[in-house]
């Protein structure tokens, strides 16, 4: 098997075309017109710094590196800059899920419950009182389904997209995968720490820890060397800081002297742009990387299909606002699959991303995209706060539209 390098693959004039034999390319120009962007947008204060990665099915085609790891210090970005990726640990529990649902342990409409029994029997709200964060349950109307847990249709919720989990968490002193459904599995879409509940189901099923099974079954077959939970020693000077967007301008947090590492199905992943473009390049061959398969085609196909039915991914409210703006975009269009949001319709814009691309992101702003119709699968990493602010975005949208345009 082929380990990737970190290196930046330029292609020169006479790239194959979209559609023809070849797998597709970012012309020369394409490479330039983007790196001058992103160094513009460190220079304006943008952003602090970034690492952003193109990838085709068999190699990366673009992998560079802008602006500060650690802007006090000095420290630049590099290519191999390590990030707190957060929810784009989710796409790789829903994975292990997938595997253990080849493998016969599981089956996606199995009550979550059976395996981990504190979702078992799981009441919904019937009322509620906002000023005391005092409410009234019911039974749910069926129970929570493994599918509801990858689709996010469970009726659990973050505080930062919900002000009812705000509340209970508060004045009940509950965490946020202990408390009542906000709905009833299956009738509606939020974004949630469901994931969390999946990754106990693989601990629990394995019987290894998430940390143990990802490192066999996804991180070592991909050649992934750098992702895990934990942060070894000689590793911790390639660890990239936290900037939070204020209104005087990005303000950073330093590093802990020690990182404590966060080991959750949901969350708490380290990895680089590199090791994750292998990620999405095992997406792109439909569950195999050079030869080594992780998965059936026909179980990619079906985590990146519609999972949710008639329902559409809903808009999370800023209920946290120094946490997390309004997001996802596509929000009452787009659908969800098992593990992935899903864009049902082309860009609005020329040069976007295509109908049925399927996308996440982490919470400090890192973000990929898988687009199977064009072929390439696209990594944009940085470390800022706000979730899905503004600034941060836009960047991101320059980023992909350049991509687009320069595809050949």
Same mark, same amino acid.
């Given at each position: 098997?082929?380990?990737i390098?970190?290196?930046?693959?330029i292609?020169?004039?006479?790239?194959?075309t979209?559609?023809?034999?070849?797998?597709p390319?970012?012309a *020369?120009?394409?490479?330039a017109?983007?790196?001058r962007?992103?160094?513009?947008?460190?220079?304006?204060?943008?952003?602090?710094?970034?690492?952003?990665?193109?990838?085709?099915?068999?190699?990366i085609?673009?992998?560079e590196?802008?602006?500060k790891?650690d802007a006090?210090?000095?420290?630049?970005m *590099?290519r191999?800059?390590?990030?707190?990726?957060? #929810?784009?640990?989710?796409p790789?529990?829903?994975?292990?899920?997938?595997?253990?649902?080849?493998?016969?342990?599981?089956?996606?409409?199995?009550?979550?419950?059976n395996?981990?029994p504190s979702?078992?029997?799981?009441?919904?709200?019937? #009322?509620?009182?906002?000023?005391?964060?005092?409410?009234t349950?019911r039974?749910?109307?069926?129970?929570?389904?493994?599918?509801?847990?990858?689709?996010?249709?469970s009726?659990?919720?973050?505080?930062?997209? #919900?002000?009812?989990?705000?509340?209970?968490?508060?004045?009940?002193?509950l965490?946020?995968?202990?408390?009542?459904?906000l709905?009833?599995?299956?009738?509606?879409?939020?974004?949630s720490?469901?994931?969390g509940?999946?990754?106990?189901?693989v601990e629990?099923?394995s019987?290894?820890?998430?940390?143990?099974?990802?490192?066999?079954?996804?991180?070592?077959?991909?050649?992934?060397?750098?992702?895990?939970y934990?942060?070894?020693?000689?590793?911790a000077g390639r660890?990239?800081t936290?900037?939070?967007?204020?209104a005087s301008?990005?303000?950073?947090?330093?590093n802990?002297?020690?990182?404590?590492?966060?080991?959750?199905?949901?969350?708490?992943?380290?990895?680089t742009? #590199?090791?994750?473009?292998?990620f999405l390049?095992m997406?792109?061959?439909?569950g195999?990387?050079?030869?080594?398969?992780?998965?059936?085609?026909e179980?990619?196909?079906?985590m990146?299909?519609?999972?949710?039915?008639?329902?559409?991914?809903?808009?999370?409210?800023a209920?946290?606002?120094?946490?997390?703006a309004?997001?996802?975009?596509?929000?009452?269009?787009?659908?969800?699959?098992?593990?992935?949001?899903? *864009?049902?319709?082309?860009?609005?814009?020329?040069h976007?991303r295509?109908a049925?691309s399927?996308?996440w992101?982490?919470?400090n702003?890192?973000?990929?995209?898988?687009?199977?119709?064009r072929?390439i699968?696209?990594?944009?990493?940085?470390?800022?706060l706000?979730?899905?602010?503004?600034?941060?975005?836009?960047?991101?949208k320059?980023?992909?539209?350049?991509?687009?345009?320069?595809?050949?």
């Amino acid at each position: 098997m082929r380990r990737i390098g970190a290196v930046i693959t330029i292609v020169l004039a006479f790239a194959c075309t979209v559609g023809s034999a070849g797998p597709p390319e970012l012309a *020369a120009n394409g490479a330039a017109a983007i790196g001058r962007m992103f160094q513009a947008a460190v220079d304006k204060g943008e952003i602090p710094g970034v690492v952003a990665a193109v990838t085709n099915r068999d190699r990366i085609l673009y992998l560079e590196a802008f602006g500060k790891q650690d802007a006090a210090r000095g420290v630049p970005m *590099a290519r191999n800059t390590i990030f707190r990726i957060a #929810s784009m640990t989710k796409p790789v529990t829903s994975v292990d899920v997938m595997m253990l649902i080849e493998e016969g342990k599981l089956r996606l409409d199995d009550p979550a419950g059976n395996v981990v029994p504190s979702v078992k029997g799981r009441e919904v709200i019937a #009322s509620f009182n906002q000023s005391d964060g005092t409410f009234t349950t019911r039974p749910a109307k069926a129970p929570i389904t493994v599918r509801q847990l990858l689709a996010h249709t469970s009726g659990l919720a973050y505080p930062f997209t #919900s002000s009812t989990v705000v509340a209970i968490q508060e004045k009940a002193k509950l965490a946020p995968r202990d408390q009542p459904l906000l709905f009833d599995p299956g009738t509606k879409w939020h974004y949630s720490p469901a994931t969390g509940v999946l990754g106990d189901i693989v601990e629990t099923l394995s019987g290894e820890s998430i940390e143990a099974f990802d490192q066999k079954r996804v991180f070592r077959p991909l050649g992934m060397a750098d992702t895990s939970y934990h942060l070894p020693a000689d590793k911790a000077g390639r660890l990239v800081t936290i900037h939070n967007r204020e209104a005087s301008g990005l303000v950073e947090t330093p590093n802990p002297a020690a990182y404590v590492p966060s080991v959750r199905g949901d969350g708490g992943l380290l990895s680089t742009a #590199s090791d994750y473009a292998m990620f999405l390049q095992m997406l792109l061959n439909e569950g195999s990387f050079h030869g080594t398969r992780l998965l059936k085609p026909e179980t990619v196909r079906l985590m990146a299909s519609n999972q949710i039915g008639a329902i559409n991914v809903e808009e999370m409210p800023a209920v946290l606002p120094r946490m997390s703006a309004a997001f996802p975009a596509g929000a009452g269009i787009d659908k969800f699959g098992l593990g992935f949001q899903i *864009a049902t319709r082309d860009g609005a814009a020329a040069h976007e991303r295509s109908a049925g691309s399927y996308t996440w992101a982490g919470l400090n702003n890192t973000h990929f995209w898988v687009d199977p119709k064009r072929g390439i699968g696209v990594l944009y990493m940085t470390q800022v706060l706000p979730f899905y602010n503004a600034t941060s975005m836009d960047v991101m949208k320059r980023f992909e539209k350049l991509i687009y345009e320069h595809l050949r």
